[in-house]
């Protein structure tokens, strides 16, 4: 099955569903989030913006969307549950950090359950997070592959912490060692097919290139 | 021992070494309510009556808080008896799927989920939908 495309928001008039948003940041980052719309209700954005900085907003035309491929039999349980996970979230707490914990969100609450301190979450294992905790693993993170040009987004990311988040920043530098999926790599594996998932790291980078093309042409 | 006294204490010795796939349960939990009672299991009757009477979401969300309370204390036995139980025929489709989501994480300490699993399989062919393409990722 080839691998759908970003959708504009307009698209997403059908509840329930669930995406991801993604959207260019600068020409070498993008940001990433979760679209979710219960039935009824509107489409709402939840997404790990930087440090302890989470936000659960009104989905905009700011970003485009990846679906993620569910039967709308099952569309109600993940929409349920990244609404759970997102009113639950807003008192900030969840620190950024470059590696990918499972089971870190209270099953009934939908809180984080690890504190400010130790393990963190990026924009885009934030959605792998919260998708994996309903049965929806997008990418195969048992065979995906460090890069060594990661490890100069990670540098960045220490060093823009480090401004107003310096102990956050020293707790990175020394906590460093993490695979990096990165937001357009995550938006590319929702496009694919569910029989498809969890997609593997080559697939999803090339569809993480055509996501950028989509991104670059606006 | 009555059934009740025996449940409650399962919930107070589960807190000690809680299911690591639910979190940590750090405080002792006031028995709430879903006990084994004479007949179906209480968390099941009280799902039943929820998928009849209230929207799809509602009746979802009291279906995640029924499971997983029970789960979160470590109740696996009162769960798996509800999976036994539980009849598809009362539950809008949706829920069946809620359920097998919710479980996920516990499938390995529930010994009749794969039967569940199963039985909304079939369900799915019947109703000309290819099982699979509901379920990848949850069997």
Request: charged fraction near 20%; glycine fraction near 6%; include cysteine.
């Amino acid at each position: 099955m080839p691998v759908r495309s970003l959708e504009p928001l307009d698209n997403l008039s059908v509840d329930p569903v669930v995406a991801v948003a993604v959207q260019r940041v600068n020409p070498s980052q993008n940001h990433c989030g979760l679209l979710f719309r219960e039935a009824g209700g509107d489409a709402r954005l939840a997404h790990l913006a930087w440090h302890c900085d989470f936000r659960h907003e009104a989905a905009t035309t700011t970003y485009t969307y990846a679906r993620v491929d569910l039967h709308p039999l099952r569309s109600p349980a993940v929409a349920g549950w990244c609404a759970k996970v997102a009113r639950a979230n807003t008192n900030n707490i969840i620190p950024y950090g470059f590696s990918y914990p499972t089971a870190c969100f209270d099953r009934k609450t939908g809180a984080w359950l690890l504190g400010q301190d130790g393990l963190g979450l990026t924009c885009a294992t934030f959605v792998l997070a919260v998708l994996s905790s309903a049965g929806v693993n997008l990418v195969d993170v048992d065979r995906w592959d460090s890069r060594t040009e990661d490890e100069d987004w990670r540098q960045k990311i220490i060093d823009a912490l480090g401004h107003r988040h310096a102990e956050r920043a020293s707790y990175l530098n020394a906590h460093r060692e993490a695979l990096r999926y990165r937001p357009e790599e995550v938006a590319g594996a929702a496009l694919h097919a569910l029989a498809d998932y969890p997609v593997e790291m080559a697939k999803a980078v090339d569809a993480g290139e055509r996501v950028n093309e989509q991104l670059s042409a606006g | 021992m009555s059934t009740l006294a025996a449940t409650q204490s399962d919930l107070v010795r589960s807190n000690a070494a809680p299911y690591a796939g639910y979190g940590a349960a750090t405080t002792v939990r006031k028995f709430s309510g879903y006990e084994f009672g004479p007949g179906e299991a209480a968390w099941v009757r009280s799902v039943r009556q929820a998928s009849a009477r209230k929207s799809v979401p509602a009746a979802m969300a009291d279906l995640y808080d029924a499971v997983d309370d029970l789960l979160r204390a470590g109740n696996f036995a009162a769960v798996d008896r509800g999976l036994a139980e539980v009849s598809l025929a009362d539950l809008k489709p949706e829920l069946w799927v809620a359920l097998l989501t919710v479980t996920y994480a516990a499938k390995d300490r529930l010994r009749h989920r794969a039967a569940f699993a199963g039985e909304v399989q079939r369900a799915l062919q019947q109703m000309s939908i290819e099982p699979e393409s509901v379920l990848h990722g949850l069997l």
